[in-house]
């Protein structure tokens, strides 16, 4: 039972996009990442690192410097706005522009009542937040050259501006520049930019530069207190700690610096700023970095997040990597596979072989090749924010920011090349709520179920060449972050802002039930084929079965659940995906990032304390848990009918080679 | 027995392009030849002309060979993998003619009688050329997978098209099978066991629509499968001993091969080779020194063949071999005691001054020879010393042909009046005596006692009949110990110790006959032979070969010491066979007997621990070499084993 013949897919070209800043949240603990396409993401470190929202980016949009006020999200980029987020629809909420080109850099002062933003055209321009709102106050006089980085001292009404070749101090009270320290150029003719900015409590500016250069201003004084030659390229980022005493700079040259104040003997004028630490856990260029409670995040062009811990004098780095959900679809009857990229949607025609083999990983003659049947681009530059295609493959969805849209594909392959006709269908857009962040199709394909972050829940009717909603549930108030859909048409399970699992007959237009409560948020939910159970994962890899007629836990739930081994719960890649196998319902197939596990429910669990996931770990027969390792960075792994599995894997060699290049160092040897 | 004629020069080749192929045209006359680029030639072979030449644009490359199809009238190839060309007799310049490019690599192009012509893929697709475009581009063997060797073989209701694929070190014979009764290609494959490196390979279809495909392999093993519906019969044939390091190899039967690239009397050359009885029965030296890797054809009862920078076509008489010939081939050569003796010089070159040292040569070698020209031994010794010397100086001892040589042994042997020793020894020394005479040699050595010389004649002889074998022994067993020290003069330390007590031979004794039987035989002579040893010496050998195998003592025999083992269980094997009768009746052979039976037992025990051991040291090999990741690419069906 455990032999698979997989259709082993490496043709989806999913690359993530580089991170450019990252804030945290520290009372709603969120951390919020934007990356080079203008995305934001929302992220729960708590909760195993959990990616709760995703903010689509558009592409006219950049974000180069992001601000929390409380719950309140404001965003800066090249496009001279500020913007503040609903964390609820996922959409703009408030939009103003600065009027002094470009914003480079963002601020707030210690109460939360301005935001200060460095523009192109060299002046500070200070917005009110206060009550809610989002309004231009006032321009600083401008100085020559843009402002790159910005840092507010509310006691002493400073604000301190980092530019090319000089750091500022500006009077908050009267907009004037009331000192200037300049920089030294390391080559003739060669600016020094100030890439970075912080400022302590005691005046003490701490600024990163284009010399790779991380410096110690006496901020009263104006005179510099130490400069270290820390980095052998521009020092791009730099974060200091709330207690004040630790700065960790990074940037082109990767090297996670850190520094630490010091205390030599006893006496205020024996403390000293000194270089501490070194990690070296990036390749590529970092753009920012980031304080966490127990933690240390660092983010750049190497599109993951990187977190490093000291614990007992030792440093641990751990990578969060994230592959989106819901980007790999398929159509098992027409083993149809639709690959989602930012702008574009592409649909496959899986191989074919009649050949088996007795022997693990032998590669099967082919007897048909994978055909790409179609790729459809979006309108204008339009993002997909959803899609989806039916189990029988005759239509396709996909959604945008303002529009639903359906497509008839009809697929002749009667001919050696198939021929492919795509016909629209012409969507009564009155009662359709949009952007829709969730999209589902019934199993016969007739229906789609639509949902917004905000709440809304449709069902829209595909007749022939025209679709309508047919009907709307609005009883999500926390908005809907989940959503899957029974295997036998009549319920989907929703889980809603709150982390609340919901059960919702579509035919009667009923909530049947809400699932009991579990102290950490769902992370994949799906029901099991014959559509009677809903087994979820939460974010701790917690797996729970519940019945949905007896509106209970299971009975293997129940004794299971809470018997899984501890090494479960402790694994680094968390369950993102789950599977059943055709062959045998008691097989529940678990993803994750890096590897996916077959949970055999009729067989007895390990005991708590054994290792079952260690390399030396040789797995029996009556085991509970089958691990498979063999693919590096899985993207979707789904079970068709009979042995048949579909692996969609992307390497982390394909993604690197699409980065652009590294500092070029000498290496010995080399 | 088939046999090679002398070979003339068909053609010049150009320096540039290899040869890819030699196919047969539209005359039996014809043959057509295909070069890598630049042109296709056809040739007549009766009268070696040129007939026709094709020539080929640059940039061109031929990747499949010209072949003339019968049923369709015209000359087919393949032109830079994927354009398939087609033109008939009349038509003289390629590039007009009908072309057909598929979107697959074509590796061969195939006819055969009755049938339209073939296209093999490199893809393992193989279709008649009318339908090749639908069924080219699905694969039949993996990406990874390459064709080493491809042939058309032909059944009773069809034909198939066989293909031999190369993958991670593991060779595959693909068959597909074209069934006339139902119009339908069908596909198999075999797993080949021969996985060692492959010099050739050719293939062979009689009448009787037996097919059989011979493998040579670069360690010299020649390996033959035979091919049908059912499956595959996998044998090893022989060692080829005389190959070289590169060859070609053709079929003209089920059992026998040209191999060009034979090397063999200090020559490399052609032979045939009988895989009945494993021998070259006929061999042609090279023509020119062949600087390239031959290739060998056989068409129209010729085997042509590129050496040098020529092409050369060798015409060759079949025939079936018989045992009686082949063991014709070692007796002896008629006595050519009559012919007159001229030392011939064929050299071009004529100089004065080397003709003088050749004719003072042959004058000396003419008195030596003629009893009455030198009848003391001093005189004798004389001119020998002058011959001798004569014959070290430059390149004069290839003037002095091996006849010459067997007389002037026979004067020495023959000679009545003195016993020239000392000049026998220089000869043997020098390796001047052939194994011509060698019979007669030993026979005189013993009848004079000569221990020294025949214990040299032993070391330096390359082959001695078994007879003379036979009596050495005889000779040697029937001496004391104290004959053998009297008369001998050898190096002690070379002499292994033997313990008295178990060896029925003194240790010199026993190093001479250790010697003896370390000699080359062969057991069909070397048994009839035997009989003529007396029963009383045959216990007397057996006691010392029982001595050999049995014996603790590890300097008594081994795989380094001389004889090897194996050579001393052939020697038992020998001894009991040609005196079996005697040896069940006689009661004094019972002990011995049961000794040896003893000792054959422990022997058996002994290699049947080695193959426990070399199965389980092979499943570690097996075990502890490193897996190489396949390349997946793209996309694949893979097989996935989770428990």
């Known amino acids: 039972m ?47 690192w959990l990616l709760e929202k995703v903010i689509s980016g558009r592409s006219e949009q950049s974000v180069e410097a992001i601000v929390w006020q409380g719950k309140r999200l404001f965003t800066a980029g090249l496009g001279g706005d500020v913007t503040e987020h609903d964390l609820l629809s996922l959409e703009p909420k408030n939009s103003e522009p600065c009027n002094a080109g470009a914003i480079w850099c963002l601020t707030k002062n210690f109460t939360g009542t301005r935001l200060a933003a460095g523009t192109e055209d060299g002046c500070v321009v200070l917005f009110d937040i206060e009550m809610g709102q989002l309004k231009y106050l006032q321009s600083f006089g401008k100085q020559e050259g843009r402002i790159i980085s910005i840092a507010w001292h509310t006691q002493e009404g400073v604000i301190v501006t ?59 004084q104006g005179t510099l207190i130490k400069s270290f030659s820390s980095h052998k390229a521009d020092v791009l980022t730099l974060s200091i700690n709330e207690e004040e005493d630790c700065v960790f700079s990074s940037g082109v040259d990767p090297l996670l610096v850190g520094f630490e104040f010091v205390t030599t003997k006893s006496g205020v004028g024996n403390q000293h700023w000194v270089q501490s630490t070194t990690e070296n856990i990036h390749k590529h260029d970092v753009r920012a970095v980031c304080f966490l409670p127990n933690c240390i995040v660092s983010a750049g062009i190497g599109t993951n997040l990187c977190l490093t811990q000291r614990r007992r004098d030792e440093t641990i780095s751990k990578r969060i990597a994230h592959i989106p959900q819901n980007i790999v679809h398929v159509a098992k009857e027409k083993k149809m596979v639709m690959l989602r990229y930012t702008d574009y949607l592409e649909v496959w025609k899986l191989g074919h072989t009649n050949f088996t083999s007795e022997k693990d990983g032998e590669i099967l003659p082919l007897r048909s090749n994978p055909v790409k049947l179609l790729q459809l681009k979006c309108k204008g530059q339009a993002t997909i924010l959803c899609c989806g295609i039916s189990n029988n493959g005759n239509h396709i969805a996909y959604c945008d920011e303002h529009n639903l849209r359906i497509y008839q594909l009809s697929v002749d392959e009667e001919n050696y090349t198939p021929k492919v006709e795509l016909t629209k269908i012409t969507m009564a857009r009155e009662d359709l709520r949009v952007p829709i962040h969730h999209l589902e199709f019934t199993p016969d394909g007739r229906f789609i179920v639509t949902a917004t972050a905000s709440g809304y829940l449709q069902l829209t009717e595909i007749n022939e060449d025209r679709a309508h909603v047919a009907n709307t549930f609005n009883v999500f108030a926390d908005g809907i972050t989940m959503l899957t859909m029974s295997p036998t048409g009549n319920c989907i399970a929703v889980v809603s802002g709150d982390h609340t699992i919901s059960i919702l007959n579509i035919t009667n237009n009923r909530i049947e039930c809400n699932l009991p409560k579990y102290d950490h948020p769902p992370r994949t939910l799906r029901f099991s084929p014959s559509g009677e159970d809903l087994v979820i994962a939460y974010s701790n890899n917690m797996i729970f079965e519940f019945d949905v007629d007896k509106k209970e836990y299971t009975t293997w739930s129940r004794r299971e659940s809470r018997r899984f081994p501890n090494q479960w719960f402790k694994r680094q890649n968390k369950v993102c995906r789950i599977t059943f196998d055709p062959r045998n319902d008691d097989h529940l197939v678990l993803q994750d990032n890096m590897a996916f596990v077959i949970v055999d429910k009729s067989k007895t669990m390990p005991e708590k304390k054994k290792r079952i996931f260690e390399k030396w770990y040789k797995p029996k027969k009556e085991d509970a848990f089958h691990q498979c390792k063999k693919y590096n960075f899985l993207v979707y792994v789904e079970l068709l009918e009979d042995d048949w599995m579909l692996i969609v894997e992307r390497t982390p060699l394909a993604i690197l080679n699409n980065l652009p290049a590294t500092l070029k160092q000498k290496k010995f040897g080399t | 027995m088939a046999a090679l004629m002398d070979e003339f020069v068909l053609a010049d080749l150009s320096s540039k392009f290899n040869i890819l192929s030699i196919e047969r045209s539209l005359s039996s006359n014809n043959i057509l030849a295909t070069f890598e ?120 209701n069809g034909f198939g098209v066989i293909y031999l694929v190369e993958s991670k070190n593991k060779i595959t014979l693909h068959c597909q099978w074209y069934l006339d009764d139902v119009e339908q290609w069908k596909h198999q494959t075999f797993v080949i066991t021969y996985q060692k490196t492959v010099l050739d390979y050719c293939c062979h279809t009689d009448e009787n629509f037996n097919n059989c495909l011979f493998l040579l392999g670069s360690n010299k093993d020649l390996y033959r499968i035979d091919i049908n519906e059912s499956g595959t019969e996998e044998e090893f044939i022989s060692v080829i001993h005389e190959l070289g390091t590169e060859a070609s190899i053709v079929c003209l039967d089920n059992s026998q091969i040209v191999i060009a690239g034979l090397h063999k009397k200090g020559q490399n050359g052609v032979g045939i080779f009988d895989t009945k009885y494993c021998a070259v029965q006929s061999f042609k030296p090279f023509p020119e020194i062949c600087r390239v890797v031959p290739r060998v054809f056989c068409l129209n009862n010729h085997i042509f063949m590129n050496c040098g920078k020529k092409l050369y076509a060798f015409p060759y008489q079949f025939g079936t071999s018989t045992l009686s010939e082949f063991l014709g081939k070692s007796r002896s050569v008629e006595d050519t005691t009559n012919s007159s003796l001229h030392i011939i010089n064929w050299s071009t070159k004529v100089k004065n001054k080397g003709n003088n040292t050749v004719k003072q040569l042959e004058n000396i070698l003419n008195d030596l020879i003629d009893p009455s020209k030198t009848q003391n031994k001093n005189k004798f010794s004389d001119q020998f010393k002058i011959f001798l010397e004569c014959l070290m100086k430059g390149d004069n001892s290839s ?69 003379c074998l036979i009596q050495i022994l005889q000779y040697y067993i029937g001496l004391s110990d104290e004959d053998f020290e009297k008369n001998l003069d050898i190096d002690i330390s070379t002499v292994i110790e033997v313990n008295q007590d178990k ?60 004889p090897q083992l194996q050579n001393v269980i052939d020697w038992i094997s020998c001894t009991i066979d040609a005196h079996v009768t005697q040896l069940i009746l006689s009661p004094d052979a019972r002990v011995l007997l049961i000794k040896l039976h003893e000792a054959v037992s422990q022997q058996t025990q002994f290699y049947d621990g080695m193959i426990e051991l070399e199965a389980l040291l092979s499943q570690y090999k097996s075990k502890l070499s490193n897996p190489i990741k396949p390349k997946i690419g793209q996309y694949c069906i893979e097989v996935l084993h989770i428990y």
């Open chain 2, 37 to 156: 680029a630049g042109f296709i030639n056809e040739y007549n072979v009766d009268d070696q002309k040129l007939i026709h030449s094709w020539p080929l644009r640059h940039g061109v490359n031929v990747t499949s060979p010209v072949i003339w199809c019968d049923e369709e009238e015209e000359y087919i190839c393949v032109f830079n993998q994927q354009e398939i060309r087609r033109w008939n007799v009349d038509d003289n310049i390629i590039d007009k003619t009908k072309k057909k490019k598929i979107k697959t690599d074509i590796y061969k192009l195939f006819t055969t009688e009755g049938y339209k012509p073939i296209v093999l893929c490199k893809n393992g697709a193989a279709e008649f050329i009318e339908n090749i475009k639908s069924v080219c581009e699905t694969p039949v063997i993996g990406s990874q997978d390459t064709i080493v060797y491809a042939d058309i073989i032909k059944k009773q």
């Open chain 1, 2 to 48: 455990g032999e698979f013949r997989v259709h082993h897919v490496r043709f989806f070209e999913y690359q993530p996009k580089p991170i450019h800043c990252l804030a945290y949240e520290k009372n709603n603990k969120q951390l919020a990442v934007s990356r080079s396409d203008g995305s934001i993401e929302i992220w729960l470190p708590e909760s195993d």
């Open chain 2, 503 to 562: 060896c029925p031979f003194g240790a010199l004794k026993a190093h001479l006959i250790r010697e003896v039987l370390s000699q080359p035989f062969s057991d069909i002579f070397l048994i009839d032979k035997l009989r003529k040893l007396n029963f009383k010496n045959v216990l007397s050998l057996l006691d010392f070969l029982f001595y050999l195998m049995a014996t603790d003592d590890n300097q008594a025999v081994s795989f380094s010491t001389r």
């Open chain 1, 162 to 220: 980092g530019g090319v070749d000089n750091i500022r101090l500006w009077s908050v009270k009267s907009g004037q520049a009331i000192q200037r320290l300049t920089l030294g150029h390391q080559q003739e003719n060669q600016e020094t930019i100030v890439w970075c900015l912080a400022i302590t409590s005691n005046m003490t500016i701490i600024s990163g530069d284009s010399r790779g250069k991380t410096c110690f201003w006496n901020g009263r």
């Open chain 2, 399 to 467: 003037s002095i042909s091996s006849l010459q040589m067997i007389q002037l042994c026979q004067r020495c042997l023959s000679e009545r009046k003195f016993w020239p020793c000392g000049e026998l020894r220089q000869l043997l020394n020098h390796g001047y005596i052939s194994s011509g005479i060698s019979s007669e040699l030993i026979e005189v050595l013993i009848e004079k006692k000569e221990n020294s010389l025949l214990h040299l004649s032993l070391q330096k002889l390359s082959e001695i009949p078994e007879a």
